[in-house]
């Protein structure tokens, strides 16, 4: 074989034309924030005033009046208020001393209405 021998010229090389660039990815949309839900004065007034009850004995029924409408109004609220647990537990700590107080003034009343039966004549 002789060098004569002409190879066919290679062709030139073709240079890649150039893509389109892909389009940027859409930023991400920014995070939507609730506003924090606040919780309700009037729970933590019921509860403040169901614990007070325990003391004073006047405070209760106004503290279980407060839970009842605060229970109410986070109900209604549909997550702008919270507290529902303090309106709850206001609530059980304000209907217990009310409920102790009805007792005892159903035991004083029986007291007193069976206390000429009970206790000694006095001798004149």
Known sequence: MSDDTEQPAAAPEATPEPQPAAPAPAPAPAPVTQPRARTDGMAIACLVLGILGFFTCVTAPVGLVLGIISLGNINRS?????????????????????????????????VALTAPLWLPRRLA
Not at 82 to 107: C, W, Y
Request: net charge positive; hydrophobic share 65%.
């Open 78 to 110: 549909r997550g702008r208020l919270e507290g529902r647990g303090l309106a709850i537990a206001g609530i059980v700590t304000s209907a217990t001393v009310v409920a102790v107080l009805l007792i005892a003034a159903l035991i004083a009343i029986l």
